[in-house]
């Protein structure tokens, strides 16, 4: 997990205070990048230390992965229902694969407006074997990681869900949908409302009736006069 320096004066005037340790201390874990087992441990412990805390207060766990190990995502769901303190997941940017099972395991499952979501079959990083036997007893692991992932965000979500798993193998969405699919609870809104766009009103003058002007009259000619003899 890299580490990232913020300079405050909040504790000590020009002191660097390191970014993790400071949202650690409001009870904030952020889940970035690819779940692999480093991450997945890291974050394991922090949630384990968490937990002895305030149990009141609840854990927010922030996600924006793309991709994920099977056993790592398993091993960080357990670890999360056996919490006694509620853990709140927010998914911003995006939540892929893996992921989702772990946004749907909190407590409060919440998405920013523009989030986008992939329902997708776990994905192994380890793929290596000596020989056919090994190469078997890995193949019947994987599906059975595949039938816990799928059992477990099945519970957590609608029907719909197991349903997509079964019939697409990659299957994309957004945020107003993962609301209709029951994996999230709300779509956060901005805290400043967007700029409506003012609408220019057209100014209705009333229309001045024209009179009818009448057709110019012909001026009449006189008749010749006959001019009588002399």
Same mark, same amino acid.
């Given at each position: 997990?890299?580490?990232?320096?913020?300079?405050?004066?909040?504790?000590?005037?020009?002191?660097?205070? &390191?970014?993790?340790?400071?949202?650690?201390?409001?009870?904030?874990?952020?889940?970035?990048?690819?779940?692999?087992?480093?991450?997945?441990?890291?974050?394991?412990? !922090?949630? +384990?230390?968490?937990?002895?805390?305030?149990?009141?207060?609840?854990?927010?766990?922030?996600? &924006?992965?793309?991709?994920?190990?099977?056993?790592?995502?398993?091993?960080?769901?357990?670890?999360?229902?056996?919490?006694?303190?509620?853990? &709140?997941?927010?998914?911003?940017?995006?939540?892929?694969?893996?992921? !989702?099972? +772990?946004? %749907?395991?909190?407590?409060? /499952?919440?998405?920013?407006?523009?989030?986008?979501?992939?329902?997708?079959?776990?994905?192994?990083?380890?793929? !290596?074997?000596?020989?056919?036997?090994?190469?078997?007893?890995?193949?019947? &692991?994987?599906? #059975?990681?595949?039938?816990?992932?799928?059992?477990?965000?099945?519970?957590?979500?609608?029907?719909?869900?197991?349903?997509?798993?079964?019939?697409?193998?990659?299957?994309?969405?957004?945020?107003?949908?993962?609301?209709? +699919?029951?994996?999230?609870?709300?779509?956060?809104?901005?805290?400043?409302?967007?700029?409506?766009?003012?609408?220019?009103?057209?100014? #209705?003058?009333?229309?001045?009736?024209?009179?009818?002007?009448?057709?110019?009259?012909?001026? %009449?000619?006189?008749?010749?006069?006959? /001019?009588?003899?002399?």
């Amino acid at each position: 997990m890299n580490s990232v320096i913020l300079a405050t004066e909040t504790i000590h005037e020009d002191v660097p205070v &390191n970014l993790t340790d400071f949202f650690f201390r409001q009870k904030y874990i952020h889940l970035d990048g690819d779940i692999d087992d480093e991450t997945a441990a890291d974050t394991a412990a !922090m949630l +384990l230390c968490l937990d002895k805390q305030d149990p009141k207060v609840p854990i927010q766990l922030v996600i &924006n992965s793309f991709d994920s190990d099977n056993r790592s995502v398993l091993m960080l769901y357990d670890v999360i229902k056996m919490l006694k303190t509620p853990v &709140n997941t927010l998914c911003v940017g995006e939540c892929m694969g893996g992921a !989702m099972l +772990l946004l %749907a395991a909190g407590a409060k /499952r919440s998405a920013t407006k523009n989030a986008s979501f992939q329902l997708s079959q776990l994905s192994h990083d380890y793929v !290596m074997y000596s020989n056919i036997l090994d190469a078997k007893t890995l193949q019947e &692991n994987f599906k #059975k990681d595949n039938n816990a992932f799928t059992q477990a965000i099945g519970s957590h979500s609608s029907k719909k869900v197991q349903e997509i798993l079964k019939k697409k193998e990659k299957y994309f969405f957004d945020s107003e949908e993962a609301l209709n +699919l029951k994996l999230i609870d709300e779509i956060i809104k901005p805290s400043k409302p967007e700029p409506e766009v003012a609408k220019t009103k057209t100014s #209705k003058k009333p229309t001045s009736k024209k009179k009818a002007i009448p057709p110019k009259q012909k001026a %009449a000619i006189p008749a010749p006069t006959k /001019r009588g003899k002399k």
